[in-house]
C-alpha cells in the first residue's frame, strides 16, 4: 500500500512557474511507475507526464513541464513553467507497480490533488 500527498499548487499569473511534489510512504515507492495528471472543472482527467524507466509527456505539457524523482526522498516533482490560463486544474499524482503497460493509465494508488491556479 502506497500513500501519496501532493503539494506546491497554488495561484499563478500566466507564465510563471510552480513545482509540485508527490510525496509517497513506502520503501518500494522507488519502483513504481508515477503519473501526473490534472482534470479542470467540467472535463475528464487528462495525462500529463509519467516516469518509470523512461519518461511521457502528454502534448500540452511537453517542452513546458518537466518530471523528475528523488528516490532517496520517496518523492517525484513536476516542475511547470510557462504557465498558461488552460493548465488551470486540480493536479493528482498516481502510482502504480506495472512499469510495462505505459504511463498513461492503470494506476493504482491516487494523491488528493493539489489547485493550480492560472491566471491572464
Known amino acids: 500500500q502506497v500513500q501519496l500527498v501532493e503539494s506546491g499548487g497554488g495561484l499563478v499569473q500566466a507564465g510563471g512557474s510552480l513545482r509540485l511534489s508527490c510525496a509517497a510512504s513506502g520503501r518500494t515507492f522507488s519502483s513504481y511507475a508515477v503519473g501526473w495528471f490534472r482534470q479542470a472543472p467540467g472535463k475528464e482527467r487528462e495525462f500529463v507526464a509519467g516516469?518509470?524507466?523512461?519518461?511521457d509527456y502528454s502534448d500540452s505539457s511537453e517542452g513546458r513541464f518537466t518530471i523528475s524523482r528523488d528516490n532517496a526522498k520517496n518523492t517525484v516533482y513536476l516542475q511547470m513553467n510557462n504557465l498558461k490560463p488552460e493548465d488551470t486544474a486540480v493536479y493528482y499524482c498516481a502510482g502504480k507497480t506495472d512499469t510495462k503497460s505505459g504511463l498513461r493509465r492503470g494506476y493504482e494508488y491516487w494523491g488528493q490533488g493539489t489547485q493550480v491556479t492560472v491566471s491572464s
Open positions: 516516469i518509470s524507466w523512461y519518461i
